[in-house]
T-cell receptor, first 113, second 114 residues
Framework: DGGITQSPKYLFRKEGQNVTLSCEQN?????MYWYRQDPGQGLRLIYY???????QKGDIAEGYSVSREKKESFPLTVTSAQKNPTAFYLC????????????FGPGTRLLVL | AQSVTQLGSHVSVSEGALVLLRCNYS??????LFWYVQYPNQGLQLLLK??????LVKGINGFEAEFKKSETSFHLTKPSAHMSDAAEYFC????????????FGTGTKLQVIP
């Protein structure tokens, strides 16, 4: 079955630590996205990538970094510069960027110890 | 710049009653419009999408939405609510032409009362 997987389901971060969230898709989609979801704020775009080896900042990129070395993979690193990382993180992909339907992974909940 | 406003962060309906979730959008060009559903601790799933083929769009699970340009609205409806419809619903907009990011609303949590 094709789809998007995210791991881990829950992630705990200690003070000053960088953590990496995994996102893999086998849908052969060109575009991939990372969103942050906080209660009452909907989804906010962190980074997006329209093609391999290329990515752009979204609305709230500070304190986050990404890479897109393979079409299937778009990992997100939450750095120690992100002072309020506790949130639900969603990865998505689409055939092309923009008007195409986005397909979402099950999410990773990041908590700070 | 595009934006979307969902009226009502929480909506409660009785089982069997009409479901109406409101969404108004702002866009400088003809938009693409989406409704997604999210069950607790899960990702989002597309319910339906407007791409200008027809103003009344039918989606999964008996939901539909009507694009009204004059009112800049894209409200989501279902004639009869079911307990399994309890979830959070997100309206989203994307502008046409090249790459345009998708902007999501803040969501409406639907409670279905037995």
């Amino acid at each position: 079955d094709g789809g998007i997987t995210q791991s881990p389901k829950y992630l705990f971060r200690k003070e000053g630590q960088n953590v990496t969230l995994s996102c893999e898709q086998n849908l052969n989609h060109d575009a991939m996205y990372w969103y942050r979801q906080d209660p009452g704020q909907g989804l906010r775009l962190i980074y997006y990538s329209q093609i391999v080896n290329d990515f752009q900042k979204g609305d709230i990129a500070e304190g986050y970094s990404v890479s897109r070395e393979k079409k299937e993979s778009f990992p997100l690193t939450v750095t120690s510069a992100q002072k309020n990382p506790t949130a639900f993180y969603l990865c998505a992909s689409s055939i092309l960027a923009g008007e195409e339907t986005q397909y979402f992974g099950p999410g990773t909940r990041l908590l700070v110890l | 710049a595009q934006s979307v406003t969902q009226l009502g962060s929480h909506v409660s309906v009785s089982e069997g009653a009409l479901v109406l979730l409101r969404c108004n959008y702002s866009s400088s060009v003809p938009p693409y419009l989406f409704w997604y559903v999210q069950y607790p601790n899960q990702g989002l799933q597309l319910l339906l999408k407007y791409t200008s083929a027809a103003t009344l769009v039918k989606g999964i699970n008996g939901f539909e939405a009507e694009f009204k340009k004059s009112e800049t609205s894209f409200h989501l409806t279902k004639p009869s609510a079911h307990m399994s419809d309890a979830a959070e619903y997100f309206c989203a907009v994307s502008e046409r032409g090249g790459y345009q990011k998708v902007t999501f609303g803040t969501g409406t949590k639907l409670q279905v009362i037995p």
